[in-house]
């Protein structure tokens, strides 16, 4: 028998997939990133998804969609992930524009996953400096309202959700765009806890309790030092019991042991869906974004 979350998760996915055959093809973009080490912008590839009858109607919020460690393509080079296009179908679907964009491909890179952090060629700086150029490309569109805009990230994502709303870094202070909301799906928490974190913005951050690549209490940690940081926006967290790395999906369980970093270096990952934190956190997502970017 199928359980409520389910049966939800399956009545969403076919809506989903109804809307992603009546929806236009991605508009594929260039976006420049803040300079790079050589002092030079780099061209970035986006995927631009305009709301409905955005160009007809008053600006409108838009969500940026930050990638995770595997990039933000699919199996084929030239397709967006599965879970890029399910997510960016659902805030289609509220009337908000979303742009999904790749800080991997220009860079000549595929994954991250299977590199150690302290070897990555594509640091959180990198993906920092291209959120933040990202978010000025949203503010300069006519059919996009600039006060109105949000990140939303997933894992290596959800990290650089954190370090493009750190209110006391100088890249993100002199930022002339800034989002009114993040969300962050099981980032990695430890450096910005170490640094005293203080968010620009009103974060929501969604959490598998037993994630043991970036595990939750780190984040949680943060979210309780908030009423120490003076001038800290609002930081929320929902850790969902059972659920593991990459929770909001449909795929089995299963240990990736190629992967270096993570609790217990050397020893894998895990990685799986778990139905009900799927659905929990699709909610939270939804009536927090509601709630910001009315």
């Known amino acids: 028998m199928l359980t409520r979350p389910r049966l939800l998760l399956m009545s969403w996915l076919l809506a989903l997939s109804a809307g992603a055959l009546a929806s236009d093809a991605a508009h594929r973009v260039q976006i420049a990133s803040l300079p790079q080490q050589d002092g030079k912008p780099l061209a970035l590839s986006g995927y631009w998804f305009p709301a409905a009858n955005g160009a ?18 699919g199996r084929q080079a030239d397709q967006l992930s599965e879970r890029m296009h399910s997510y960016r179908t659902l805030l289609n679907q509220e009337g908000w524009h979303v742009l999904v964009l790749d800080s991997l491909s220009p860079r000549g890179e595929r994954e991250l996953c299977t590199q150690r952090i302290g070897s990555r060629q594509v640091t959180m700086r990198e993906r920092r400096r291209d959120t933040l150029g990202a978010l000025q490309w949203l503010a300069a569109r006519a059919e996009v309202d600039p006060a109105r805009l949000a990140l ?40 910005e806890l170490k640094r005293g974190y203080r968010a620009q913005a009103p974060l929501l951050m969604l959490l598998g309790a037993a994630d043991d690549w970036t595990p939750a209490k ?77």
């Open 56 to 73: 007809e109607a008053k600006a409108r919020p838009a969500v940026l969609l930050l990638h995770g460690c595997g990039g933000a393509l």
């Open 152 to 191: 939303l990230g997933w894992s290596n994502g959800g990290s650089t959700v954190l370090a493009s709303t750190a209110a006391d870094h100088e890249e993100v202070q002199a930022n002339p765009a800034k989002p009114r909301a993040a969300v962050a799906f099981y980032p990695g928490c430890e450096a």
């Open 218 to 294: 780190p984040c949680e940690q943060l979210a309780a030092a908030v009423p120490k940081q003076l001038g800290s926006a609002a930081i929320q967290f929902q850790s969902y019991a059972g659920a593991y790395h990459g929770f909001d999906s449909a795929a089995p369980m299963r240990l990736r042991r190629e992967v270096p970093n993570g609790v217990n270096p050397g020893a894998g990952v895990h990685v799986g869906g778990n139905a009900q934190a799927w659905a929990a956190s699709r909610e939270a997502l939804l009536g927090f974004l509601r709630e910001q970017l009315k």
